[in-house]
């Protein structure tokens, strides 16, 4: 089989892995790719929103399967041009990519089929959002509406930081087009845990938990970041939580899609807030997470290939999708002053150490191939260092002895990924 892969991050990297892993992939391709990515795939040079172009090469390449990684395309209707062109692809629809391209959407959504999430209200017009923020109770959370990379979020403390935050999202367009209409929500307190899934419209299969670290500093200091750091499984994430979210949360969503004619295949993330009052959604995602494919994937058993087939084919239910029992941590490596100004072009040594050691993973994110065929950094979250262990402590240890091996100038990283989990240890 021949496999192409849209994208160009760690996400896509992590991918990228599983999918050589199948013993069905003969040759894999990734548009636009990264120099990680080049050791295993052949990059084509056409970007994720290049669709014409994307679905040119795969009908001249007889591409078996494609697979969306991110987001942008899907919510762009990537995935529809495909089918239309006869093409096998992996990623939902437009009209189902929407549960994470419009967050007005997704509450409605939720609302309507009685999901669990925060109480919330949805504007189009500042004046009215404005109004409705005299009456609040704070902290409060404001939402740009549409995709504004992870960053459309803000929490707000008081009365004029909120007003402040829905003229910067409406009036002065931070965010571009995404904030033309904005979600005002409860703020929730609990702990974060994702859950990713794959979905064949009706069936739906929930892999092993993650938990991401999106500020850019120790402690949940500082700017938002794409995410830092993850760790899987998440120990907050209990049994009787599970049981809980299958029913009222996980096949909810997949059953409420269908119910609107926007049936949803591909790929489910939750993002959930465990909540004094019980597990709530803070958002959807259309994909895969980055940097929570990082720690699933190298933890999954089972052929990606086939399971994705599954999703395409609705034959889900057949498939007996299983996870290794271990742990697995990813510590990012970033551009010292990422999220905001960082040098690119640096060279990164010590990548070889990672040749043949099992349950080690350098993932890349930002790299490229100088003309002498080195490799330098091309972003500003650059390798996501991933290691299992026998334990989430083992794990954490292994990788964080594994970021010791990769030097570049100006490299960054938080030393507290995975430090929650020392609170279940006791420690
Ligand atoms: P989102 O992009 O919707 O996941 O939001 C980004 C981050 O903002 C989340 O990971 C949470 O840390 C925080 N957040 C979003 N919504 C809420 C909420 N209703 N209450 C508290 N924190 C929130
Ligand atoms: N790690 C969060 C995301 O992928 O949106």
New binding site residues.
């Given amino acids: 089989m021949k496999v192409l892969i849209v994208g160009s991050g760690g996400r896509e990297h992590a991918i990228a892995t599983s999918v050589q892993k199948s013993p069905k992939v003969d040759q894999i391709y990734c548009a636009p790719g990264n120099a990680g990515i080049g050791q295993i795939a052949e990059c084509v040079p056409i970007g994720a929103m290049e669709f014409d172009k994307l679905v040119a090469f795969a009908k001249d390449k007889q591409i078996d399967l494609t697979i969306i990684g991110m987001d942008d395309p899907l919510v762009g209707g990537l995935t529809d041009m495909f089918e239309d062109a006869g093409l096998r692809v992996f990623g939902p629809r437009k009209n189902a990519a929407i549960l994470e391209g419009s967050?007005a959407f997704s509450k409605d959504l939720m609302k309507k089929y009685q999901i669990p999430t925060?109480a919330y209200e949805t504007f189009d017009d500042a004046d009215k959002a404005l109004a409705y923020l005299e009456t609040a109770d704070f902290p409060i959370?404001l939402?740009a509406d549409g995709l504004a990379l992870?960053k459309?979020?803000l929490?707000c403390q008081s009365l004029e930081e909120a007003k402040d935050g829905v003229r910067s999202i409406m009036l002065d367009k931070q965010f571009g087009a995404a904030g033309n209409c904005m979600v005002i929500?409860?703020?929730?307190?609990g702990r974060?845990v994702s859950v990713l899934s794959y979905v064949d419209g009706k069936t739906i299969k929930t892999m092993t938990s993650a938990q991401d670290h999106?500020r850019a500093q120790d402690g949940d200091q500082g700017l938002?970041t794409g995410g830092m750091g993850t760790f899987s499984p998440s120990p907050f994430y209990t049994e009787e939580i599970d049981t809980f979210c299958q029913k009222y949360i996980y096949q909810a969503t997949v059953d409420a899609m269908a119910a609107e004619g926007r049936t949803f295949k591909g790929i489910i993330f939750f993002?959930l807030?465990l909540t004094p009052k019980g597990p709530k959604v803070?958002?959807y995602n259309a994909r895969f997470g980055d940097p929570e494919a990082q720690v699933v994937l190298p933890r999954m058993k089972t052929d990606i290939i086939e399971v994705m087939e599954a999703c395409i084919d609705g034959t889900l239910d057949t498939v007996d999708l299983q996870f290794e029992d271990n742990a697995a941590v990813c510590v990012v490596l970033a551009s010292d002053g990422y999220p905001v100004h960082y040098d690119k072009g640096l060279e990164i040594r010590g990548l070889e150490q990672f040749e043949d050691k099992d349950g080690y993973y350098c993932f890349h994110a930002g790299t490229k191939l100088d003309e002498n065929g080195k490799f330098i950094t091309n972003g500003g979250r650059v390798l996501g260092v991933t290691a299992k262990g026998a334990d989430l402590k083992e794990a954490r240890a292994n990788a964080y002895a594994a970021t010791e091996w990769i030097d570049f100038d100006n490299k960054y990283m938080r030393h507290d990924i995975g430090k929650a989990i020392d609170e279940v240890n006791g420690e």
């Fill in positions: 967050k925060a959370v939402k992870g459309g979020v929490i929500e409860e703020f929730m307190t974060e999106k938002n993002g807030m803070l958002e």
